[in-house]
C-alpha cells in the first residue's frame, strides 16, 4: 500500500516536468507507482482542485526576523496573457487566502510577487 507521502512525492514530481496536470497524472501513475497505488491515486487525484495564488503581502506580527510570526496572503493568479494563467483566471477569477505561520523555514518561502499551486484535496 502507498505511503500518502510517496504518492505526493511522485506526484509533484509528475507535474515539475508536465504542464498538463492530467497527463502529468497519467504519466505518474505509469512510472512511478504499482498497480495498488496507482488505483489510490487516480482516485483522490479525480477530486482535486487546483488553484493557481499569487502571494501579495507579508504581514510581520512581530519584528522581522528569522524567528517572526507573519500573515501570508495568496490572491488568485489574474489573467497577465500567459497561456497557462489565462487558464486559472478564467477557472478561478477571484480568492484568497490567509495564513498565520509561525515555523520560520516554512514562512521563509513566502515573499510577495511569488506564486504557488494550491491543491485542494478533501480531508
Not at 59 to 72: D, F, I, L, N, Q
Request: net charge neutral; proline share 7%; aromatic share 8%.
Amino acid at each position: 500500500m502507498a505511503t500518502a507521502a510517496r504518492i505526493h512525492e511522485a506526484a509533484s514530481h509528475a507535474r515539475t516536468c508536465c504542464e498538463d496536470h492530467a497527463r502529468a497524472d497519467a504519466v505518474m501513475a505509469r512510472n512511478w507507482l504499482g498497480p495498488a497505488e496507482r488505483k489510490e491515486f487516480l482516485k483522490g487525484a479525480a477530486r482535486m482542485v487546483r488553484g493557481k495564488f499569487r502571494v501579495e503581502s507579508v504581514t510581520y506580527y512581530t519584528e522581522p526576523g528569522p524567528t517572526a510570526s507573519r500573515k501570508v496572503t495568496l490572491r488568485a493568479q489574474h489573467d497577465d496573457g500567459q497561456p497557462e494563467n489565462t487558464r486559472y483566471a478564467k477557472a478561478t477569477p477571484s480568492g484568497m487566502i490567509e495564513m498565520t505561520i509561525d515555523n520560520p523555514p516554512a514562512a521563509e518561502q513566502f515573499a510577495p510577487g511569488k506564486v504557488f499551486y494550491v491543491d485542494f484535496t478533501e480531508a
